[in-house]
Every structure is written in structure tokens, then in C-alpha cells.
């Protein structure tokens, strides 16, 4: 086999690059998000020293999160692209 050959045959993949300051703009984002997922977390693991309307908020508020990423997911095309989008 030729190396024309080799090339005309194989499969480039495209990636999406965001513009410089819309990445920071969700790398803020994406940190605010996780501090309030790990306040949520800690609150969920005090559940019996907090009134049961903070623990709700909690759960709600993982629950809308994982909601979004299940969308981003499926959007995507699945855990290996929302990784390769997300880590580059």
C-alpha cells in the first residue's frame, strides 16, 4: 500500500475550541458551580445537624447539576467527547 493510499482512507477528528475569554468565563463558572456541588455535598453528610429545608436545597441542588451534565452528555455524544470538550 501506497502512502497516498494510507491517507485518503483515514478519519480526522474535529474538536470545538472556544474563543480565549469565553474560556475563562467558564472556568469561573465551572469553579462557583463545584464550590456550591461540594457545599452541597457537606451539607448532605451533616443532614442530621441541618433543618430538613436545607437538606431538600441540597438534594435539589445535585439533583439540577447532574441534570445538566446528563444533557451535556447526551448533547455531546457521550462520557469520552464531554471529557475530550471539557480536559482538551
Not at 463545584?34 to 451539607?43: M, Q, T
Amino acid at each position: 500500500m501506497r502512502m497516498g493510499d494510507a491517507s485518503s482512507k483515514s478519519t480526522v477528528a474535529w474538536k470545538d475550541i472556544p474563543p480565549p475569554r469565553g474560556r475563562v468565563f467558564v472556568s469561573c463558572l465551572d469553579a462557583i458551580v463545584s464550590f456550591f456541588v461540594l457545599a452541597a455535598i457537606v451539607n448532605l453528610a451533616s443532614f442530621r445537624s441541618v433543618p430538613l429545608i436545607s437538606t431538600l436545597a441540597a438534594i435539589a441542588w445535585l439533583l439540577l447539576v447532574g441534570v445538566f451534565i446528563h444533557a451535556t452528555l447526551h448533547s455531546e455524544g457521550g462520557i469520552r467527547q464531554f471529557a475530550v470538550n471539557r480536559l482538551g
